[in-house]
T-cell receptor
Framework: DAGVTQSPTHLIKTRGQQVTLRCSPKSGHDTVSWYQQALGQGPQFIFQYYEEEERQRGNFPDRFSGHQFPNYSSELNVNALLLGDSALYLC?????????????FGSGTRLTVV | GIQVEQSPPDLILQEGANSTLRCNFSDSVNNLQWFHQNPWGQLINLFY???GTKQNGRLSATTVATERYSLLYISSSQTTDSGVYFC??????????????FGTGTLLAVQP
């Protein structure tokens, strides 16, 4: 049973460029959340997708956008990259049932903006 | 917004020692969970524990929701327990129940 898969694992981009990160949720999960983790800090919530719609959003600018596909996989897009966007980007999947919001995280994509 | 404080921030143990990690929330939360982040960056879900006590091998966790804190106990620590431990919870207001807010973590180093 595959867990959460993220690609690519590492990425180097130049300031001002655009980047797309991808996430395949754990089998049976239907909800995908994205987090940004700067070095030495805890993950920060970016947004969550359920039924192909953005359901909740954290305090991130509109440069951060996403998409969820019918197979529940998801993409995170970041436009006009800034040096401060360098971080580990984590995807988490879960099943939308009220009794259990246990999350499964992927290994992340390490983005470096130069 | 909700603040999550974790203590201690850093901890060094000898293999075989026991430890207790604490997580305090500034307001009540839903979906309280504990995670272990390994040196490769992956977050492993240890416990989903909105209240009460759970045990899984050498690890156990207790959440006292009315007092807004949770504890993670590690017994007979091993070098593989090293890494960063995070607690996280979601606000129970304004439909934000799916937004996990993480603490700053406890960095644990277990020495052989």
């Amino acid at each position: 049973d595959a867990g959460v898969t993220q690609s690519p694992t590492h990425l180097i981009k130049t300031r001002g460029q655009q980047v797309t990160l991808r996430c395949s949720p754990k089998s049976g999960h239907d909800t995908v959340s994205w987090y940004q983790q700067a070095l030495g800090q805890g993950p920060q919530f970016i947004f969550q997708y359920y039924e192909e719609e953005e359901r909740q959003r954290g305090n991130f600018p509109d440069r951060f956008s996403g998409h969820q596909f019918p197979n529940y996989s998801s993409e995170l897009n970041v436009n006009a990259l800034l040096l401060g966007d360098s971080a580990l980007y984590l995807c988490a999947s879960s099943l939308e049932v009220r009794e259990n919001y246990g999350y499964t995280f992927g290994s992340g994509t390490r983005l470096t903006v130069v | 917004g909700i603040q999550v404080e974790q203590s201690p921030p850093d901890l060094i143990l000898q293999e075989g020692a026991n430890s207790t990690l604490r997580c305090n929330f500034s307001d009540s939360v839903n979906n309280l969970q504990w995670f272990h982040q390994n040196p490769w960056g992956q977050l492993i879900n240890l416990f989903y524990i909105p209240s009460g006590t759970k045990q899984n091998g050498r690890l156990s966790a207790t959440t006292v929701a009315t007092e807004r804190y949770s504890l993670l106990y590690i017994s007979s620590s091993q070098t593989t327990d090293s890494g960063v431990y995070f607690c996280a919870g979601a606000p129970n207001y304004g439909g934000a129940t799916n937004k996990l807010i993480f603490g700053t973590g406890t960095l644990l180093a277990v020495q052989p």
